[in-house]
């Protein structure tokens, strides 16, 4: 996984509220096993008439030229519905390392930071500034210092994260390699208890 540390990027906002993960990644491209190639269906029906990628709608900002970044901003309740972890793999796929919402649902939220994509929960006031910028705008997120902050206006809210995730997130850990880097301290234990 790719260590994620400070973002400084300009966002897609997306404001639409209670997006589920069949709208993020639908069923029917659920059939691969691996990571990859997922991007290109994110949000699929939503940027697509009738399913064909020569049709892209216009009015989605997945469409728009005039958005881009690595930081996907989102309505209240993003993630909902199934527990499908392709959700997560089809953001990251795309491009995004960091969604930003006012909720999250909580087996999103789990898949997001298990797969190195940061979900910044911010409050409903805040998040609102953030789709009154234009799309030329920037955001940082400093995970370190569990902080967003929005450049044009120099307003700054703090987001929580599980202390385990945000070390991991920080250095590029999955599960597998955070024991790795602690296998000397393991070690000790298992002789002091021998």
Known sequence: ??????????????????IDTDQIIPARFLKATTKDGFGKNLFRDWRFKNDDETKPKADFPLNQSQYSGEILVAGKNFGCGSSREHAAWSILDAGFRVVVSSFFADIFKNNALNNGVLPVQVSEAFLQKIFQQD???????DLEKQTITIHTTGEQEYFDINSYKKTCLLNGYDDIDYLLSIKEDIQEFETQRG
Do not use: W
Not at 1 to 18: D, G, Q, W, Y
Not at 135 to 141: F, G, H, W
């Open 135 to 141: 799309n030329k705008a920037e955001l940082t997120v």
């Open 1 to 18: 996984m790719k260590a994620l540390t400070t973002i400084l990027s300009r966002f897609v906002p997306i404001n639409i509220e209670n």
